[in-house]
């Protein structure tokens, strides 16, 4: 899916559920700010943009998989969730968020024409291209 129809369909589900403020977990800065234009005024940060000098500089010792664990901790812990169905690291998060939830993993999940998981707090938006890339069929 191309960031433009990925972008839209942000737009889309923050229209009906606004946030006050946005972390994105990309390592495309260009594709941030541009993110951060479409949806102004709300904040759009990131794990560099969070932390203290000192702090980002041992950000950036880390390994690549290292600091998508910074993200996967803060996303798990969002009071919101918004993540593409290719992804599967949104795919991950989805599902660590749904075994965590009140319902857990029996929970009831909705789906829409443009989403696969939406549990109010946990919206996995697009459609994967492998049928069983789905938060529901994922083990904790």
Same mark, same amino acid.
């Given at each position: 899916?191309?960031? &433009?129809?990925? /972008?839209? *369909?942000?737009? #889309?589900?923050?229209?009906? $559920?606004?946030?006050?403020?946005?972390? !994105?977990?990309?390592?495309?800065?260009?594709?941030?700010?541009?993110?951060?234009?479409?949806?102004?005024?709300?904040?759009?940060?990131?794990?560099?943009?969070?932390?203290?000098? &000192?702090?980002? /500089?041992? *950000?950036?010792? #880390?390994?690549?998989?290292? $600091?998508?664990?910074?993200?996967?901790? !803060?996303?798990?812990?969002?009071?919101?969730?918004?993540?593409?169905?290719?992804?599967?690291?949104?795919?991950?998060?989805?599902?660590?968020?749904?075994?965590?939830?009140?319902?857990?993993?029996?929970?009831?999940?909705?789906?829409?024409?443009?989403?696969?998981?939406?549990?109010?707090?946990?919206? !996995?938006?697009?459609?994967?291209?492998?049928?069983?890339?789905?938060?529901?069929?994922?083990?904790?």
């Amino acid at each position: 899916m191309s960031f &433009e129809k990925q /972008a839209e *369909l942000y737009q #889309m589900y923050l229209e009906m $559920q606004p946030v006050p403020v946005i972390y !994105v977990a990309s390592g495309n800065l260009t594709s941030i700010q541009i993110f951060a234009q479409m949806v102004e005024p709300i904040p759009v940060v990131d794990k560099f943009s969070l932390l203290p000098p &000192e702090e980002i /500089a041992i *950000l950036k010792t #880390m390994t690549w998989d290292q $600091q998508g664990q910074v993200d996967y901790i !803060v996303l798990t812990r969002a009071s919101l969730f918004l993540g593409m169905a290719d992804s599967l690291f949104s795919q991950n998060v989805a599902s660590s968020r749904r075994a965590a939830s009140k319902n857990g993993t029996c929970g009831v999940s909705l789906a829409d024409g443009n989403n696969i998981y939406n549990d109010g707090l946990t919206i !996995v938006v697009g459609k994967s291209r492998a049928a069983n890339q789905d938060p529901r069929y994922f083990w904790p």
